[in-house]
């Protein structure tokens, strides 16, 4: 046999074999790897967040609860250790000092649960909504009256003219340096206002988001303490092979948080 002939048969013997079964279970086995790479990398992250805003929205709950209780001791001189029923009287007492503006000082809030007498603050809604609500700014444009005065400067012993704006010129009027009024002028103007949106103490705020226990009042003398019922570690399965867990999201007493915003 001539060397070429071995040297081709040498060739056609070290080339690997074309083995399209062999090609297709590897793809599969690449597929299923990343697969579980998806799992073991995106499932338990999605947990993570989970246990995260559920722990959040517990600890904001027990905060609102804190400042509820804080509102009604105010008005009321004591403690309510029942958080739904202090949230029922202050909203109450919130809607009638919108509603009527001579709605303060001693006055009854009438419910199911019974009477109370409360100490209202005046124009108590304003205090409920830069505590709870929301709160948003808004640019409007409004018409405003300008007016051109005289006043005398003592100073330079003179008289010299300003514009005051209509917010001011009853103040000014009443000045004794005024002297008197040369113009009146009605302009456009941009204001930046703060708004607050619609809350309402709704009565799941006074239950756990983890496990949908009411939060627990503990009252000792002039001392209030809110804590979330949970005893140990909650756990719930997640996809068959993961679990959700958590623990209590603590306590506040009297206006001090257990844990570091």
């Known amino acids: 046999m001539s060397e070429k002939k071995v040297k081709e048969l040498e060739e056609f013997e070290e080339t690997p074999e074309y083995k399209p079964s062999l090609v297709k279970v590897l793809n599969i086995i690449a597929v299923i790897m990343c697969v579980i790479l ?27 609860l804190t400042d509820v209780e804080s509102f009604y001791r105010q008005m009321a001189g004591e403690y309510q250790p029942d958080p739904v029923l202090a949230m029922k009287v202050l909203s109450a007492v919130r809607d009638s000092t919108r509603a009527d503006s001579n709605f303060y000082d001693s006055q009854k809030i009438i419910l199911h649960e019974g009477t109370f007498k409360m100490d209202v603050v005046n124009n108590f809604y304003l205090n409920f909504d830069t505590t709870f609500a929301l709160s948003y700014q808004r640019r409007d444009t409004v018409l405003d009256t300008s007016y051109q005065v005289v006043i005398w400067n003592e100073e330079l012993f003179s008289f010299d003219t300003i514009f005051v704006y209509s917010s001011r010129i ?92």
Do not use: H
């Open 38 to 64: 998806i799992i073991v990398i995106y499932l338990p992250a999605s947990i993570w967040r989970e246990e995260d805003a559920i722990r959040k929205l517990g600890r904001k709950r027990l905060s609102i």
């Open 170 to 261: 009853n103040e000014v009027k009443n000045d004794s340096l005024f002297r008197g009024l040369i113009n009146t002028e009605i302009n456009p103007r941009v204001t930046t206002d703060m708004y607050y949106r619609k809350y309402y103490l709704d009565s799941s705020i006074a239950y756990s988001p983890l496990n949908n226990e009411q939060y627990e009042v503990i009252l000792d003398e002039d001392n209030i303490r809110i804590q979330d019922p949970l005893e140990g570690e909650y756990r719930e399965p997640r996809f068959l092979v993961f679990a959700f867990k958590d623990t209590s999201c603590g306590y506040i007493v009297n206006g001090e948080k257990s844990w570091s915003d």
